[in-house]
T-cell receptor, first 114, second 114 residues
Framework: GENVEQHPSTLSVQEGDSAVIKCTYSDSASNYFPWYKQELGKRPQLIIDIRSNVGEKKDQRIAVTLNKTAKHFSLHITETQPEDSAVYFCAASKPPLSAQKLVFGQGTRLTINP | GAVVSQHPSWVICKSGTSVKIECRSLDFQATTMFWYRQFPKQSLMLMATSNEGSKATYEQGVEKDKFLINHASLTLSTLTVTSAHPEDSSFYIC??????????FGSGTRLTVV
């Protein structure tokens, strides 16, 4: 089955700097890669996603890149702010999306230092 | 956007008793729902895939007789933790996929077994 590895497990950056979190996946059939932000005791919130027919996607300060050949994808947060502090999870899924489960990475605890 | 409602948000029960958790898709139909368990400072681990009108598919290592799943309608899935023990204490989260909005998570249920 699919296996998703996420690094680093913790990340601390100065406010205003950029943060990068990386994930690798094992199943080449996977074609949907979302990123979630989870605050303590709350549900995961989708922040950005990418499908395998696209190499990069950007939404304001957040971007995701995908390298299908290497089977890895990354989350980039620029101009970090204190409210970006949270746990971030990557995930992967394969078709059909309507019935396929998400396999999550181990999570990255991001701390933005003011 | 798509909304998934989960109840209760927290529950405390005695060892040996059963607890039912409900997951409802409020504005879309979900033939498939997913149940995850999350221990403190860990990732979301898929327990089972709930299929409307048929048996759930359990992940390896998850006891189907202990974690009963019922998906009797297109908008409701329930997870019953039977004969709960302290080691079952965890954060349980359901998820469903709306074609327009992607995977949406319920607010989670924090179960404490005493």
């Amino acid at each position: 089955g699919e296996n998703v590895e996420q690094h680093p497990s913790t990340l601390s950056v100065q406010e205003g700097d950029s943060a990068v979190i990386k994930c690798t996946y094992s199943d080449s059939a996977s074609n949907y890669f979302p990123w979630y932000k989870q605050e303590l005791g709350k549900r995961p919130q989708l922040i950005i996603d990418i499908r395998s027919n696209v190499g990069e996607k950007k939404d304001q300060r957040i971007a995701v890149t995908l390298n299908k050949t290497a089977k890895h994808f990354s989350l980039h947060i620029t101009e970090t702010q204190p409210e970006d502090s949270a746990v971030y999870f990557c995930a992967a899924s394969k078709p059909p999306l309507s019935a396929q489960k998400l396999v999550f990475g181990q999570g990255t605890r991001l701390t933005i230092n003011p | 956007g798509a909304v998934v409602s989960q109840h209760p948000s927290w529950v405390i029960c005695k060892s040996g008793t059963s607890v039912k958790i409900e997951c409802r898709s409020l504005d879309f139909q979900a033939t498939t729902m997913f149940w995850y368990r999350q221990f403190p400072k860990q990732s979301l681990m898929l327990m089972a895939t709930s299929n409307e009108g048929s048996k759930a598919t359990y992940e390896q290592g998850v006891e189907k007789d202990k974690f009963l799943i019922n998906h009797a309608s297109l908008t409701l899935s329930t997870l019953t933790v039977t004969s709960a023990h302290p080691e079952d204490s965890s954060f349980y989260i359901c998820s469903a996929r709306d074609p327009a909005w992607g995977y949406t998570f319920g607010s989670g249920t924090r179960l404490t077994v005493v």
